[in-house]
């Protein structure tokens, strides 16, 4: 497993929270927290999302990203996820990272400060180079998509 130096600015509303962590050594992403106030929980309704604080900003070397997706445990137990999964933060964004969440469950869902809601996974990029072409290589699958390999 290879390591890479992130500097990571925790910002005023982040104080007294762990920093983002890997939980176990094999894990590939790390767990994010609510920077949400103490006093002020964030309450997500069934089939509404909120954008919530992380309270930190973060410089990736080039080459690469961090992405931010759900949490499994979240998912499973109470129907949260993502927006928009993975969310990316790119290697020249400087801003506070936040997440969207969604509440697809049937119950309202409250996050509170220190809460672990998503998790951020930091990998390499390649950048695509655009060849245009008349034709493209024939394939078994073709032009067959959404369903069409079958569901068994």
Same mark, same amino acid.
């Given at each position: 497993?290879?390591?890479?130096?992130?500097?990571?600015?925790?910002?005023?509303?982040?104080?007294?929270? %762990? &920093? /983002? #962590?890997?939980?176990?050594? *094999?894990?590939?992403?790390?767990?994010?927290? =609510? +920077?949400?106030?103490?006093?002020?929980?964030?309450?997500?309704?069934?089939?509404?999302?909120?954008?919530?604080?992380?309270?930190?900003?973060? %410089? &990736? /070397? #080039?080459?690469?990203?961090? *992405?931010?997706?759900?949490?499994?445990?979240? =998912? +499973?137990?109470?129907?949260?996820?993502?927006?928009?999964?993975?969310?990316?933060?790119?290697?020249?964004?400087?801003?506070?990272?936040?997440?969207? &969440?969604?509440?697809?469950?049937?119950?309202?869902?409250?996050?509170?400060?220190?809460?672990?809601?998503?998790?951020?996974?930091?990998?390499?990029?390649?950048?695509?180079?655009?060849?245009?072409?008349?034709?493209?290589?024939?394939?078994?699958?073709?032009?067959?998509?959404?369903?069409?390999?079958?569901?068994?």
């Amino acid at each position: 497993m290879s390591t890479v130096p992130v500097k990571i600015k925790p910002l005023d509303h982040y104080e007294g929270l %762990a &920093l /983002p #962590a890997y939980e176990t050594p *094999q894990s590939a992403g790390m767990d994010l927290r =609510a +920077a949400v106030p103490a006093d002020e929980p964030v309450s997500i309704p069934p089939g509404e999302w909120r954008l919530i604080p992380v309270g930190i900003a973060i %410089a &990736l /070397p #080039a080459g690469f990203e961090a *992405q931010v997706r759900p949490r499994s445990g979240l =998912a +499973a137990k109470h129907g949260i996820s993502c927006v928009n999964t993975p969310g990316t933060v790119d290697a020249d964004y400087r801003g506070e990272i936040r997440v969207n &969440l969604i509440n697809h469950g049937q119950a309202n869902f409250v996050v509170n400060r220190g809460d672990r809601i998503a998790q951020m996974i930091i990998a390499p990029v390649t950048q695509a180079v655009w060849e245009i072409a008349d034709t493209l290589d024939e394939t078994t699958r073709g032009t067959g998509g959404f369903g069409s390999t079958g569901t068994k």
